[in-house]
């Protein structure tokens, strides 16, 4: 009887045995963490400040034009001029002269208040009429000067002419009729400005200056000087050519020069890893400044600043661009020349799961739990959005000394994304696992995935981003080529300034914004 019931429970014992350790050779699949929601941010591009350095160029022959054209090619001048002569003071110079030295200078001095005395007042000065023929005529192509802050327009002008004293006595000792001649330089000096509805303002002084003397001795002591009715004609001639200057550049040549630039413009812009989405760099003037004139022997040039704005919009570019109203143009001080345009650069989640796999997938990762030793192998890593950060999900499979076969399932780590100081490569930041799950398995793996395999994701997950920002910069280039064909605005990419932010998790990839800064050279505007 004693042997009929050992036989039953020995049989249920072994039973047991073999349904436990068949339950420990069992594989078991569990979730170490919770799976973050699924969210992405949409991102946006904004709108970037730009300035452009536009030159307005008048050649300086339409200012010499017309001052020559107002100058005629010769002009006639006659008159009388009254002539003094001082009596001491010809004695004084007379025996100066022929004495020489210090004795001269002392007799000279003598002779001189002799004279004076001898004279009386009345008959101190002599004074004597003297008729004058002189023609005045151009002698040569206006010449040019920059002063600085304005044009100086020299015209050189020769003037000849008769002079002599009226009289029959006169006419019968030949000192009715001497010749002579002289040269000068008639002279207008320059400056132009820009009024706040985009009108020239010139203003203009008139000046000449001998550049040999027109005098003559008629007789000795007795000297005509018609520098007093030569130069008021030339300067009566120099300001009506001052006044036709008004009619050289007008409102209507600076508002027409500059009209056709200010308008919106539209050009195609393909984004890399956007797929066949279209979209289009737009740009849009918003204001206009004025900095001053710069005067050359060749143009003269005014510096006009447009700022505008440079967008990425998507869509196909419009067929046509819109032409706006000129602003007010305002004073500044400064002209600058100073491109900015934002473009997104993508790095998409699929490179991002590759570069980890290739970093992690397959990677053991070992360490001692209270029950025994344990190995986790990462076996594939997945990425996502997940509102500001990233969701990386780790398959893994676990094998535990507690456990005859592996134990495989799902954790899930959140990183925050960001850029290195340079923006030249990309890096996850704060690597924590999710909200932890409440099972066995929990308790034996956390130590390996916090002290480890967190650690390690930090440590791979750098990301460098030039080849995306060389996309993006290849593509630019091409938009600008197609801005210079219609605008005839060069901005040059050769060595750009580029700083990456605004980095977002979005649907498909991470998008950050690359902003360009560089320079541009727009092709003068001229006003003739």
Not at 186 to 198: E, H, K, M, N, Q
Not at 384 to 397: E, K, Q, V
Not at 488 to 506: F, H, M, Q
Request: hydrophobic content about 40%.
């Amino acid at each position: 009887m004693r042997r009929t019931l050992i036989l039953p429970v020995l049989g249920v014992a072994v039973a047991a045995a073999i349904a436990f350790a068949l339950g420990r050779m069992q594989a078991t699949e569990q979730d170490l963490s919770e799976a973050p929601e699924r969210r992405a941010t949409v991102p946006s591009v904004p709108e970037a400040p730009s300035s452009l350095q536009l030159r307005l160029v008048l050649p300086t022959d339409a200012l010499t034009d017309a001052l020559d054209q107002a100058m005629p090619g010769s002009h006639r001048i006659e008159g009388r001029q009254r002539i003094c002569i001082d009596v001491r003071e010809k004695v004084r110079e007379s025996v100066r002269e022929q004495v020489g030295g210090d004795l001269g200078r002392l007799l000279g001095d003598l002779a001189g208040q002799i004279a004076d005395e001898a004279a009386g007042p009345r008959t101190r000065e002599v004074c004597q009429d003297v008729d004058y023929d002189v023609t005045i005529r151009k002698n040569g192509a206006p010449r040019v000067r920059s002063t600085g802050d304005a044009l100086e327009v020299v015209l050189p002008i020769a003037a000849e002419g008769r002079a002599g004293f009226p009289g029959e006595l006169a006419r019968a000792l030949g000192f009715d009729a001497r010749n002579f001649r002289g040269a000068l330089d008639a002279i207008a000096r320059v400056s132009l400005d820009l009024t706040s509805d985009w009108c020239p303002r010139i203003t203009a002084d008139a000046d000449f200056r001998w550049t040999d003397k027109a005098q003559l001795e008629l007789v000795d002591g007795w000297w005509i000087d018609i520098d007093k009715p030569a130069g008021a004609e030339l300067r009566r001639r120099i300001e009506a050519g001052i006044a036709a200057l008004d009619d050289t550049v007008t409102c209507d040549m600076v508002r027409d020069a500059i009209a056709p630039e200010w308008r919106e413009i539209d050009v195609a812009l393909p984004v890399p890893d956007a797929g066949d989405d279209l979209a289009h760099l737009h740009v849009r003037p918003t204001g206009a400044g004025f900095s001053g004139i710069d005067y050359g022997t060749d143009r003269v040039a005014a510096a006009v600043q447009i700022d505008g704005v440079t967008e990425l919009r998507s869509g196909p570019a419009p067929g046509t661009s819109r032409r706006l109203d000129l602003p007010r143009l305002e004073r500044i001080d400064t002209t600058a020349n100073r491109v900015e345009i934002n473009l997104p650069v993508r790095l998409g989640y699929d490179r991002l799961v590759t570069e980890l796999n290739r970093q992690l997938a397959g990677k053991t990762f070992t360490g001692t739990v209270p029950s025994g030793d344990a190995r986790v192998t990462v076996e594939e890593v997945t990425l996502y959005p997940s509102g500001d950060r990233l969701a990386a999900g780790l398959r893994f499979t676990a094998d535990l000394d507690t456990r005859i076969l592996n134990t495989s399932g799902w954790a899930y780590l959140a990183a925050r994304p960001v850029l290195s100081k340079d923006g030249s490569t990309l890096r996850l930041k704060d690597v924590t696992l999710t909200r932890q799950l409440d099972n066995e398995l929990w308790s034996l793996l956390s130590g390996i995935f916090k002290d480890q395999i967190a650690g390690q994701v930090t440590q791979s997950a750098v990301f460098p981003l030039d080849e995306a920002v060389e996309a993006a910069r290849d593509h630019l280039a091409t938009a600008l080529h197609d801005l210079e064909d219609e605008t005839g605005i060069r901005v040059s990419l050769d060595d750009p300034e580029i700083a990456l932010t605004a980095l977002v998790p979005a649907a498909e990839a991470l998008e950050a914004v690359a902003r360009f800064r560089t320079r541009a050279e727009v092709s003068a505007v001229s006003l003739r």
